[in-house]
């Protein structure tokens, strides 16, 4: 099992894994931290449940043919743990992106992601498949639907569209394939033949849906 | 929303309450403790999840028609908060029993009880209608089915059988229907037909369904 943060899509499923199955837990420190400070995720008892704590960029072996290094790309503490004034778009590892290498071939999954660095830039130029995260479209989608109160970036979630947006870079990279990922119900693109969606088929880029396989 | 015991299957679901629906949260001062120690559930945001710490058998409006009160029973710590030498069969609250009343009529709801008291009896006396723990058949029955380590009582679950068992108590209730709930999936009497269900039935007792419905 592997982290790319501690906010509560990308936790709340370790909880229905408590039947005493063996697995490891693969994350930065900060994302394990955050567990920590919760003592309902130690129904995962730690005689069965390994915690690793990865080093920034190491490869572990995950399953066989596979393996994966966690890289900080710029977040934010999970909601739950914000407290009052919350640093958003700091790389200290409470979110990360994945790198996955299966052979030769790499593949880069960002689900959450609050500003394009060039630190970013140089992890996604070298793989062959980007999974990235989409939530927005725009960054003050939900203020406008009347759905929510904050921004895409308040959120730390960099948009698809507007300045600094992440089509324009995804566009660029040499990726294969470059996929939209962890997309809000909001977002226009999911609407299929949607001007929004024509803008990112016309970019060469893909959207995520149930059941996608990508071979490597 | 009202909590009997702050155990994962009683609380796990909050996590999916959390898109700002306005509901109030009722339980006894012991478990919202547990639920303030794990951040995670600060996903139930304050400004529209209200935390009522209910006292000990007072009576509160929950929806049109319904009142509910709640009354400690024998129980024990949550399992994620067991520590190393937990106490079992305590009364302070951590697991607790829920008075139900529709104009004149009375349920009582137990899903988890670790002894069989005198106050609990005369708790149970006084309904129309009973709900109660029917975890384990019998004390062993997970170390004998190889599925586990631990006895029912260790859980904090009483068995239906055996000295000190449910069902003579249960049997002897004036209570119109008395039916077994949070039953465990190794307990016989889920099988219609086996001879541990013949038992309960004989007893005039009932086993719990999916989608079954409790006029009163």
Not at 70 to 99: C, H, N, R, S, W
Not at 132 to 151: A, H, N
Not at 166 to 189: C, E, F, G, K, Q
């Amino acid at each position: 099992m592997v982290l790319t943060n501690a906010d509560l899509d990308h936790v709340a499923g370790l909880l229905s894994l408590r039947e005493r199955q063996p697995f490891k837990l693969l994350a930065l420190p900060p994302v394990h931290a955050a567990l920590a400070a919760s003592p309902v995720f130690n129904v995962l008892a730690g005689d069965v449940v390994e915690r690793v704590h990865a080093r920034q960029g190491e490869m572990y072996d995950t399953s066989p043919g596979l393996k994966a290094a966690l890289f900080p790309v710029p977040g934010k503490a999970p909601l739950y743990a914000e407290g009052e004034d919350p640093a958003i778009g700091v790389d200290e590892g409470q979110t990360a992106g994945i790198l996955v290498e299966a052979g030769s071939s790499r593949l880069a999954y960002v689900p959450g992601c609050a500003a394009l660095t060039r630190e970013l830039r140089n992890q996604l130029e070298a793989v062959d498949v980007v999974l990235f995260d989409g939530t927005l479209f725009t960054d003050d989608e939900m203020i406008r639907e009347g759905v929510g109160t904050k921004t895409g970036r308040r959120m730390g979630h960099v948009p698809i569209t507007g300045e600094g947006g992440s089509l324009d870079m995804l566009r660029a990279l040499p990726a294969r394939r470059r996929i939209y990922v962890h997309l809000n119900n909001t977002n226009p693109v999911l609407i299929e033949g949607s001007p929004e969606r024509r803008i990112v088929d016309e970019a060469g880029l893909a959207i995520a849906r149930d059941g996608m396989e990508i071979p490597l």
